[in-house]
């Protein structure tokens, strides 16, 4: 029904920029809130930083650790969500998921998950 597909994930060294991208297909009516999550080894998923929906007022939120290095966008034409990361640390290594709620055409709001992209950083 909906997909989502992420690209960006790599190795870096610790202070350098990563941008994952990751783009929603599929029976789209309308997407609400885009976001990014992370899951470290060992350690609950947890959020990383959301986008709402323009009808919502389109504001963003980031998890404390990441506040002032990431920036969360979308590009509602298509359907794309990005995450630009500076100032990485070792502490941001993660897979990183990407998470939207999509109203299909045929069905009411429901969560649909990435598959994960991988983000190792080198101290």
């Known amino acids: 029904q909906v997909q989502l597909v992420e690209s960006g994930g790599g190795l870096v060294q610790a202070g350098g920029s990563l941008r994952l991208s990751c783009e929603a297909s599929g029976s789209i009516y309308t997407i609400n809130d885009m976001g990014w999550y992370r899951q470290a080894p060992g350690k609950q998923r947890e959020l990383v930083a959301v986008?709402?929906?323009?009808?919502?007022?389109?504001?963003?939120d980031y998890a404390d650790s990441v506040k002032g290095r990431f920036t969360i966008s979308r590009e509602n034409a298509k359907n794309a969500v990005y995450l630009q990361m500076s100032s990485l640390k070792p502490e941001d290594t993660a897979v990183y998921y990407c998470h939207a709620g999509v109203i299909g055409w045929a069905t009411s709001l429901s969560d649909y998950w990435g598959q994960g992209t991988q983000v190792t950083v080198s101290s």
């Open positions: 986008v709402r929906a323009i009808t919502s007022g389109g504001n963003t």
